[in-house]
Antibody
Framework: EVQLVQSGAEVKKPGESLKISCKGS????????IGWVRQMPGKGLEWMGI????????RYSPSFQGQVTISADKSISTAYLQWSSLKASDTAMYYC?????????WGQGTLVTVSS | EIVLTQSPGTLSLSPGERATLSCRAS???????LAWYQQKPGQAPRLLIY???SRATGIPDRFSGSGSGTDFTLTISRLEPEDFAVYYC??????????FGGGTKVEIK
């Protein structure tokens, strides 16, 4: 069974760093792109970027380029999304998803709250 | 970047009615790379349609997708109570970045 399991909810202060994770199982992790999607409270889905764990090829949405870093460790089938300095506006639910024909499997989401 | 515009923003219908949702792209999208998702409150999105018209695994046949070029449609032939949700289109073409439409909320009238 294909599964993407994300790390738990985080509460951080502005300026702090954060790295959240997405662990894949039940399929060849290195053979599919993994994307990250932001959903701010009460809002729609926003595409952040995507990584191919096989060779770490990474593409960012222009809106998120320079704001976050996407990485992957294929040895443990895990993709990451990280911030070096969080802002209150980063408060959102973050989803990872596997790209095949569409985003066919999704993680359960990681809620990130940034508040002083 | 391809911009996807969904309409209407909200669709108020009764169970058993037909729902027609539109997704218009700012430039031509390969039909092979247009998807639709359903999202219910507190849940991750779920893939409904890929390749503009192919149903994902386990999706009931009351959901259908059509269209090409810049105009795509998701149709729900007869709304069931569990279909009231928000629907998003997405293009996932080979030319990254991928983009989502703004969503259409299907609510109970």
């Amino acid at each position: 069974e294909v599964q993407l399991v994300q790390s738990g909810a985080e509460v951080k202060k502005p300026g702090e760093s954060l790295k959240i994770s997405c662990k894949g199982s039940g399929y060849s992790f290195t053979s599919y792109w993994i994307g990250w999607v932001r959903q701010m409270p009460g809002k729609g889905l926003e595409w952040m970027g995507i990584i191919y764990p096989g060779d770490s090829d990474t593409r960012y949405s222009p809106s998120f380029q320079g704001q976050v870093t996407i990485s992957a460790d294929k040895s443990i089938s895990t993709a990451y999304l990280q911030w070096s300095s969080l802002k209150a506006s980063d408060t959102a639910m973050y989803y990872c998803a596997r790209l095949d024909y569409g985003l066919d499997y999704w993680g359960q989401g990681t809620l990130v709250t940034v508040s002083s | 970047e391809i911009v996807l515009t969904q309409s209407p923003g909200t669709l108020s219908l009764s169970p058993g009615e037909r729902a027609t949702l539109s997704c218009r792209a700012s430039q031509s999208v390969s039909s092979s790379y247009l998807a639709w998702y359903q999202q219910k409150p507190g849940q991750a999105p779920r893939l409904l349609i890929y390749g503009a018209s192919s149903r994902a695994t386990g999706i009931p046949d009351r959901f259908s997708g059509s269209g090409s070029g810049t105009d795509f449609t998701l149709t729900i032939s007869r709304l069931e109570p569990e279909d009231f949700a928000v629907y998003y289109c997405q293009q996932y073409g080979s030319s990254r970045p991928l983009t989502f439409g703004g969503g259409t909320k299907v609510e109970i009238k």
